[in-house]
C-alpha cells in the first residue's frame, strides 16, 4: 500500500497538475501539513482497540516523524480550539535533553510538525508543551522512573526504549501513569534492541507493531549515507538490526552472541586448505523435516592447530522441497566452491543419505557422522573456536546466525531444529577439530 504522495509522485505531470489544480487555496496551503497524504504505510496507525503501537524500524526510517505526527492526532481538534482526543501527554525519551531535541525541537518532532494555528508553546521551565487548546505534553527521562510517579496522562510518545538503560523500571512507571480517559494509547518508536522490556511488549496481546527498513525512508536521506552504510554493514547482524529493523535476539547461556559473531565478521583468504560441505538431511517422515541445513566451511590448516583458522563461506539451507532436492542444493554447493568432500548426519535416514547424494553425484566424498551426544554437546567445542578466534563470517549469513544466537546451554531456544547450526557443526568439526584430532596421529590425514 502506498502513500498518496508516493502515487503523486509517479503519476504523469498532466495528473499532478489537473490533481493540484482541483483543489482550493485553502487545500493547498493545508496540504503539506496532512501526514495521512505523505505518511508510509509503516507511519500509520493501525485500526483495532490496541494499548501499545510499536513503530520499529531501521535508522532514518521515518519513526520520529510518525511518533510526532501521531501526538499531533491525539491531542489536535478538528479547529485549532477544539479539543482532541487526548489532553494530557507524556513524552519519555532516555534523557531531558533527547526529548527536547528530538521530540520537541528535532526536525521531525512536534514543533516541526506541527501547522503554525496549531503549533503549541515550549515552556521550558516547567518542560512540557501547551497547545491552544489548552493540551499539554510533559517531558520525562527514563534515567528517572520515579519522576513518572503522581503525574496522570491520556496519551504517551515513547522514544527509543530498547536503549534505556532503566528500561522495565520506566516502562512500569508509565503504564501506572496512563489512566485518563476511556482508552489511554501509547506510542513506542524505537530501533530494535535485545532487550526484557522490548520483547515483553512485543508479546502483549494488546500491542501491535509497525515495521519498515531504513530505505522505506530513502526518499528523505541523503543517498551517500545509504551507498556508505549498505556497504559498511550490509550482510551484517548490526546492519539487520540499525538498518532492517530486525529485533536480534540472544538468549542467556547462549553458546554464541551477537558481539562473537560481529568480532568474527572479515574477508576469508583467496584460497584454503580445505573447504567442506556439512549438511543436515531433511528426511522425509522425520517430523518438522521441512528443512535441511547446508554450510560450507573452508580452513587455512598450515603450521600447528593452533594456527589454524576457519571461515564459514554460505548458508546454503534449502526449505521445503523432496530430498533430491536438497542433494542437488549440496552438490552444487560443493562444486561452487571446490569442496574436498561432504559430511553429512546420518542419524536419520542411514545408507539413503548417501544414496540420494551419490544419485546426483556419484562420484561425490562423502563422509557419513551419527550424532552421539546432544547438539549442544557438539557444538560446544566448536563454540570455543569462536571464543578462541578462530572462525570467521563472510556476509549475508542472517538465518544461520539467528539459530546460533537461539542455542544455549539449556538447549535451543528457537522454533523446530537448528538444522542451519547442526550442519555449521558438523563441517567445523569435521575441518578443524577431527583434522587436528587425527592429524596429529597420522599426519597424512591432512592432505585429505
Request: with cysteine; hydrophobic share 40%; charged share 25%.
Amino acid at each position: 500500500m502506498r502513500s498518496a504522495a508516493a502515487w503523486l509522485a509517479s503519476a504523469t505531470p498532466e495528473t499532478v497538475e489537473s490533481f493540484l489544480g482541483e483543489l482550493s487555496d485553502e487545500a493547498l496551503m493545508a496540504l503539506p501539513w496532512l501526514f495521512e497524504f505523505w505518511a508510509l504505510p509503516h507511519q500509520m496507525a493501525p485500526e483495532g482497540a490496541w494499548r501499545t503501537w510499536v513503530i520499529m524500524g531501521g535508522r532514518g526510517a521515518g519513526k520520529t516523524r510518525a511518533g510526532a505526527e501521531w501526538v499531533r492526532a491525539q491531542v489536535e481538534g478538528a479547529r485549532p480550539l477544539d479539543t482532541g482526543r487526548a489532553k494530557s501527554v507524556a513524552l519519555v525519551g532516555e534523557t531531558i535533553d533527547q526529548v527536547r531535541e528530538v521530540m520537541v525541537f528535532g526536525p521531525s518532532g512536534i514543533l516541526a510538525c506541527s501547522p503554525p494555528d496549531r503549533r503549541p508553546v515550549w515552556e521550558a521551565g516547567r518542560r512540557r508543551l501547551v497547545w491552544p487548546n489548552g493540551a499539554v505534553a510533559q517531558v520525562f527521562s527514563a534515567h528517572e522512573p520515579e519522576s513518572l510517579r503522581g503525574p496522570q496522562f491520556d496519551a504517551a510518545w515513547v522514544d527509543e526504549l530498547a536503549k534505556w538503560k532503566k528500561g522495565q523500571e520506566s516502562w512500569d512507571m508509565l503504564q501506572f501513569a496512563l489512566r485518563l480517559g476511556s482508552h489511554p494509547r501509547q506510542v513506542v518508536t524505537t530501533t530494535p534492541k535485545n532487550v526484557g522490556v522490548l520483547k515483553t511488549i512485543l508479546k502483549n496481546p494488546s500491542t501491535v507493531v509497525t515495521h519498515a527498513p531504513t530505505e522505506a525512508n530513502k526518499a528523505y536521506l541523503a543517498a551517500s549515507f545509504l551507498e556508505e552504510i549498505r556497504a559498511r554493514y550490509d550482510g551484517t547482524r548490526l546492519g539487520r538490526q540499525e538498518l532492517d529493523g530486525v529485533l536480534l535476539e540472544d538468549f542467556e547461556g547462549a553458546l554464541w552472541t551477537t558481539e562473537m559473531i560481529e568480532v568474527a565478521r572479515g574477508e576469508p583468504p583467496g584460497s584454503f586448505s580445505r573447504v567442506v560441505v556439512g549438511v543436515d538431511p531433511s528426511v522425509a517422515g522425520k517430523p518438522g523435516s521441512d528443512e535441511c541445513g547446508i554450510v560450507v566451511v573452508g580452513a587455512v590448516t598450515d603450521g600447528p592447530p593452533k594456527d589454524w583458522r576457519a571461515w564459514v563461506l554460505e548458508d546454503a539451507t534449502v526449505t521445503g522441497g523432496s530430498p533430491q532436492k536438497w542433494a542437488e542444493a549440496v552438490v552444487s554447493a560443493y562444486h561452487r566452491h571446490g569442496a574436498s568432500r561432504v559430511v553429512a548426519e546420518v542419524n536419520q535416514g542411514g545408507a539413503l543419505v548417501e544414496d540420494v547424494l551419490r544419485a546426483v553425484d556419484p562420484f561425490l566424498p562423502v563422509r557419513k557422522v551419527s550424532a552421539s551426544t546432544n547438539k549442544v554437546a557438539r557444538a560446544e567445542p566448536v563454540a570455543a573456536l569462536y571464543e578462541q578466534g578462530r572462525v570467521g563470517h563472510v556476509r549475508d549469513l542472517g538465518a544461520l546466525e539467528d539459530q546460533m544466537c537461539q542455542v544455549t546451554r539449556q538447549g535451543y531456544q528457537g522454533k523446530g531444529s537448528p538444522d542451519r547450526v547442526d550442519a555449521l557443526v558438523w563441517a567445523l568439526t569435521d575441518v578443524m577439530i577431527d583434522a587436528a584430532r587425527f592429524g596429529a596421529l597420522h599426519p597424512q590425514v591432512r592432505a585429505i
